[in-house]
């Protein structure tokens, strides 16, 4: 399940996914986004530290969903193949789970192949397509997940790359109201709150490199959950949302990470 049209790498200017997979040490990208990538670690150096504490939470929270009943999940903005997966935490536990992927970055359908190794039992998909087409997502979703069930809507470090006059909000309510009573709502989001100068200063790189960073407060992160029941602890710093679920990851321990995570269930 992919998009229809081709679509062409720009590799004129940084992408978001491409430089995240650079922060985990991947090869999937190119030297733009490598330029960019070294200019945010001048900022801050612990950006590599982030992006793995990002994939931790989503490890963590995928391993308490599946352990409380939930077998379908929809994973926005997933990324570059890294291991283990999502489908892979929850199929471990739960090897009926049932998984859409999803992201508009050409390099990430390239390895879709990856993405789809996933249970005899369970089923892994790949859908191309952009946050901001929310009725795309939910159409492809719908091919694959029972929209009677629940399903835990994964968008884990993804949002600070959509801005409020480009609708953030608008479009997690969009998908969210989609989902049936019992759905979840897993996000990570980086905040501006513990470094705001280094913040201030990544944002101006990353505009006039063509790329939006939103950063957002706790109390601005904790609006997208808005209606619904926060899991406890409810909006945390990433590192510590339920860290007995996962393994901590090196350098987390250095410093605060900038950055909140929180998981929400609909009525």
Same mark, same amino acid.
């Given at each position: ?13 940084? *992408?978001? @996914? ?9 090869k ?13 670690? !001048? ?12 994939? @931790?939470?989503?490890h ?5 969903? @599946? ?22 935490? @929850? ?5 009926? !789970? ?11 359908? &390239?390895?879709a ?13 790949y ?8 009725? !795309?997502?939910?159409?492809? &979703? ?14 884990? &470090?993804?949002?600070?790359?959509v801005?409020? &006059?480009?609708?953030? *909000? ?21 905040? !501006? ?29 904790? *609006? ?14 990433v590192?510590?949302? *339920?860290?007995?679920?996962g ?21």
């Amino acid at each position: 399940m992919t998009g229809q049209h081709p679509i062409e790498i720009d590799t004129s200017r940084p *992408h978001p @996914a491409r430089m995240y997979d650079w922060y985990l040490g991947g090869k999937d990208n190119y030297p733009v986004d490598e330029a960019m990538g070294r200019q945010m670690l !001048a900022l801050d150096p612990r950006v590599p530290v982030m992006a793995k504490v990002n994939r @931790a939470f989503m490890h963590r929270a995928t391993r308490w969903l @599946a352990g409380h009943g939930v077998r379908q999940f929809l994973d926005v903005g997933t990324g570059i193949p890294t291991e283990p997966n999502l489908h892979q935490i @929850a199929q471990e536990i739960a090897p009926d !789970a049932r998984v859409v992927y999803c992201d508009n970055d050409p390099i990430v359908l &390239a390895h879709a192949a990856a993405l789809l190794r996933g249970t005899e039992e369970g089923v892994t998909e790949y859908l191309q397509a952009d946050v901001r087409d929310p009725d !795309a997502i939910i159409e492809g &979703a719908k091919k694959v997940l029972d929209f009677e069930r629940p399903v835990a809507l994964s968008l884990v &470090a993804l949002l600070h790359f959509v801005s409020d &006059a480009d609708g953030a *909000h608008d479009l997690v309510g969009r998908l969210l109201a989609a989902l049936p009573a019992g759905s979840y709502l897993m996000m990570t989001h980086a905040t !501006a709150d513990f470094s705001p100068e280094e913040s201030a200063a990544a944002i101006a790189k990353l505009k006039a490199a063509g790329v939006t960073l939103a950063l957002r407060s706790r109390t601005e992160f904790g *609006h997208f959950f808005d209606g619904l029941d926060l899991v406890e602890p409810g909006v945390e710093v990433v590192d510590k949302w *339920h860290p007995e679920l996962g393994e901590p990851v090196p350098g987390q321990e250095d410093g605060v990470i900038p950055g909140y995570g929180a998981l929400g269930r609909t009525s």
